[in-house]
């Protein structure tokens, strides 16, 4: 289970321990592993690790995380009721007898913790591969017959607004009522389909059946059941043992995590934007491991016999290793057969589409995940001036690499300099969905913009602040600025867009906060703790630690309340609850004193180019049609009980369906603008197809983006 949100990332410095944890405590933390964790010989390695892990987890959170915690009761509690959550939230496993029994830990699991016990842990596992085979029993028995859809019932889809059942008939009625809502959903959604088709006068549709089309829901969603229980019984021990840990970290603050091995590949793949392999996206289903999509450019792509919907069978190292059988296989155990260094071969058995089975020899290379990069285009309209647009998706480093790996203040400041060569007289950042990144290249980005100064603040448990600060003197584009950010825009975009804001260097604009997350995390490699005794319980992965908060140059704290724009554009999402408030555990927010920096001078305009934006917004029907769907999208996510009954549920979808229709043309293309590719990037478009079709599809995007447009029109305001 995925314990970790994608869009939170933020912050992070990779970090030798030495430099965090005082030698004493390193000492310490080795007697913990040597002489303090006795094991007799009926213990397991397996048990020998989880029991290593906690001590050391423990260890890492008592002394480096932010906030000072006792592993008390309360602890104990916190720690309860996030891990229940996170075994059971929908409450279509566990009876009200499963909580009663596990409900004797809640204020014990202090004293497991402290002793690296596991009897709440055991427990919890047991009981719930109990119930996750009564369930598997259920399904089948459920949708072995027809429902009766002319009952009048309805069904709470949300957890957390239901009791757990009272015994094994009431969970059996739960989960009849899941799946019969899932199965009316499914015939419904066919029932739709058949209309639209005949309301479109399709020549080659015939009427199918009201009752065939509920059966072949219902084998639909007997389908989907088995992949669902397959996965499930596909999780192992020691991935409950990674979610119960992270139920431990996550009692301290929502970003303190422990990322088994894996895990932290993962990450930094997604940090460096690049990763060694072949290339391919592939997926599971059926049992099988299927490929998805080529990635352009990669070793697949270059070898050219792998193909989008072929099924990977068998696996082999180099030339001679043994073919190792993937198929019924974890998705994440046969990716980490196929992922390898740059140079190496692996060889596929596959099956092509046409039946036909061959085997593809692939040398792999790197993958560069060209989505994740730094992009500029310049944008036309009409009479305004020349407008420069980076768009940025995250403050991405390599992290394995940092000296010559790529980086995010690299490639921005190389961006500036194509823009001003094609005579950019102002440039729009835009930060809309970036989660944030390394904190040291915000500082070097934030640069480019001011001649010097402090850029943020951060504050360790103790101690005094510590302010970061543009040190080189060089302003790399002094003319107009504009910062775009929306609701899960976090962290190292924050901090970017508070500096920018606090510095009167620019605007920023975009929905009515971001996503507030304002804190430090920190990798230290359990490894490192481990004695030359233990070196067969390796690798063990790491612990990303909460040690910092940033706070703004002038004083205040991110975390909570984001960042307010200087002018607020109507979003998708802005009537819905996103960002760090949401989260459990989430730190307060707090002030320090400010640091010092001069501003820069005011545009003495501001306040009417702010009036002139909200006057376009109120006159502009899109964004008027934005602002009706988000209120629209609210109603949608606070309902989640349903009929169960055809009539009523078609019904309700007819109703829900024509209030949508006057929402699909929201993304429209926008006349009178264009964009113009930089000419450095035109020279490698004509020698890479693939990527002047990726670029392409982003224009096109551009093209319909009626909040880029608005910042082109609060920019032209800038410059005059």
Same mark, same amino acid.
């Given at each position: ?306 193909? /989008? ?6 696996v082999a190292q180099g030339d001679t290793g043994r073919m190792v059988d993937v198929v019924g296989m974890r998705l994440d155990k ?157 962290? /190292? ?228």
């Open positions: 289970m995925n314990t970790q949100n994608p869009l939170i990332s933020s912050g992070f410095h990779k970090i030798n321990p030495t430099k965090v944890i005082r030698p004493v405590v390193i000492l310490l933390l080795s007697l913990l592993i040597t002489s303090h964790t006795p094991t007799s010989n009926s213990e397991t390695p397996d048990l020998q690790k989880q029991k290593m892990l906690v001590k050391l987890i423990q260890q890492g959170l008592q002394v480096n995380h932010f906030k000072d915690i006792q592993v008390d009761d309360q602890f104990s509690e916190q720690t309860f009721h996030l891990y229940l959550k996170r075994l059971d939230g929908n409450k279509r496993f566990l009876t009200k007898s499963d909580v009663k029994q596990l409900r004797k830990y809640e204020k014990r699991i202090d004293d497991q913790v402290k002793t690296a016990q596991f009897g709440f842990f055991n427990l919890s596992y047991d009981i719930i591969q109990k119930r996750i085979k009564q369930a598997e029993s259920f399904y089948k028995d459920i949708l072995a017959t027809p429902f009766d859809f002319t009952e009048k019932e309805s069904f709470e889809l949300d957890g957390e607004k239901r009791e757990y059942a009272s015994n094994k008939e009431a969970l059996k009625q739960v989960w009849r009522k899941t799946l019969k809502y899932e199965t009316l959903r499914e015939a419904t959604n066919r029932w739709f389909n058949q209309q639209d088709r005949r309301a479109n006068s399709d020549t080659a549709f015939s009427i199918t059946p009201m009752d065939t089309l509920r059966k072949k829901a219902r084998n639909k969603v007997r389908e989907d059941q088995e992949e669902y229980f397959n996965r499930l019984d596909q999780m192992e021990r020691k991935d409950r043992i990674n979610m119960y840990l992270n139920a431990i970290t996550n009692s301290y603050d929502p970003h303190t995590n422990y990322l088994p091995p894996k895990d932290k590949e993962n990450f930094d793949i997604s940090m460096s934007g690049q990763l060694e392999g072949i290339g391919a996206t592939l997926q599971q289903q059926d049992g099988q491991i299927k490929v998805k999509r080529i990635v352009p450019g990669s070793a697949s792509w270059r070898q050219g016999d792998l193909k /989008a919907g072929d099924v990977i069978i068998k046969a990716v980490q057969l196929i992922r390898g260094p740059k140079g190496s071969k692996v060889r596929l058995r596959v099956k092509k589409l046409d039946g036909t089975i061959t085997t593809i020899p692939i040398i792999r290379d790197v993958v560069v995940l060209e989505q994740t990069y730094a992009r500029s285009i310049m944008i036309e309209r009409d009479d305004y001036p020349s407008i420069g647009y980076i768009k940025l998706p995250k403050f991405y480093a390599d992290f394995q690499n940092r000296e010559t790996g790529r980086n995010s203040a690299d490639d921005v400041r190389k961006e500036v300099k194509k823009l001003k060569k094609n005579g950019a007289e102002g440039i729009i950042l835009d930060l809309r969905g970036n989660g944030g990144g390394s904190l040291k290249d915000v500082v070097k980005i934030a640069g480019l913009f001011i001649e010097s100064g402090p850029v943020v603040q951060v504050k360790a448990r103790r101690g005094e602040p510590r302010i970061l600060r543009d040190k080189d003197t060089t302003l790399r584009f002094g003319k107009p600025l504009m910062v775009m950010v929306n609701n899960i825009s976090a962290s /190292a975009s924050e901090i970017f867009a508070a500096a920018i804001q606090d510095y009167n260097r620019g605007l920023v604009i975009g929905s009515k906060h971001t996503f507030g997350k304002g804190t430090v995390q920190r990798f230290v490699n359990l490894d490192r703790f481990v004695s030359d005794e233990k070196e067969e319980l390796k690798p063990m992965g790491s612990l990303k630690l909460t040690t910092q908060k940033f706070y703004r140059i002038n004083g205040e704290a991110t975390q909570l309340r984001g960042v307010e724009p200087d002018i607020v554009l109507p979003t998708r999402y802005s009537e819905i609850k996103i960002g760090e408030r949401e989260q459990d555990n989430a730190m307060a927010w707090s002030q320090i004193d400010p640091a010092g920096y001069d501003q820069w001078p005011l545009n003495e305009n501001v306040e009417k180019i702010k009036d002139k934006s909200e006057e376009r917004v109120q006159a502009n029907e899109t964004f008027q049609l934005i602002e009706q769907n988000a209120m629209r999208l609210k109603r949608q996510r606070e309902k989640s009980s349903f009929p169960l009954n055809f009539e009523e549920y078609k019904s309700f979808r007819q109703e829900r369906q024509e209030k949508s229709k006057k929402f699909n043309n929201i993304k429209k293309e926008i006349d009178n603008w264009s964009f113009q590719t930089l000419a450095g990037d035109k020279q490698e478009m004509q020698q890479d197809s693939a990527m002047a079709d990726r670029w392409q599809n982003w224009r096109n995007n551009l093209q319909k983006d009626v909040h880029l447009y608005e910042s082109t029109s609060v920019m032209r305001n800038l410059i005059e």
